[in-house]
């Protein structure tokens, strides 16, 4: 069983920076392919970015390209999303999600395991 933890979300202003970290207690990451998401109120989760077992490889939704990274330490069993010239629609609660056998999906069912989510509020 992984349990990932998210922190880093809160409040700024439209232009600004945010970044996201999400550890797992008392297991290695560095088996599992991860991924960032995230839910507005009243919308579905949507895929935001995700990073290879080795951190090699990155895949990011069209709406955050440029403005978003994700990267990963596997030796603090931590992944990052760095959150750059934040726009007001970026808000949301965002979730990390890692899986064993993934591929930089974007799909949620290939994620086999969740954080609780934190929230990011971007103010106009």
């Known amino acids: 069983q992984v349990q990932l933890v998210e922190s880093g979300g809160g409040l700024v202003q439209a232009g ?12 290695t990451l560095s088996s599992y392919g991860m ?9 579905e989760r949507e895929f935001v970015a995700a990073i290879s077992r080795s951190g090699g490889s990155t895949n990011y939704a069209d ?15 931590a992944v990052y999303l760095q959150m750059n010239s934040l726009k007001p629609e970026d808000t949301a609660v965002y979730y990390c999600s890692a899986g064993l056998v993934v591929g930089l999906s974007p799909r949620e069912y290939e994620y086999d395991y969740w954080g609780q989510g934190t929230q990011v509020t971007v103010s106009s």
């Open 16 to 27: 600004g920076s945010l970044r996201l970290s999400c550890t797992a207690s008392g297991r």
């Open 35 to 43: 991924g960032w998401f995230r839910q507005a109120p009243g919308k």
């Open 63 to 77: 709406s955050v390209k440029g403005r978003f990274t994700i990267s990963r330490d596997n030796a603090k069993i």
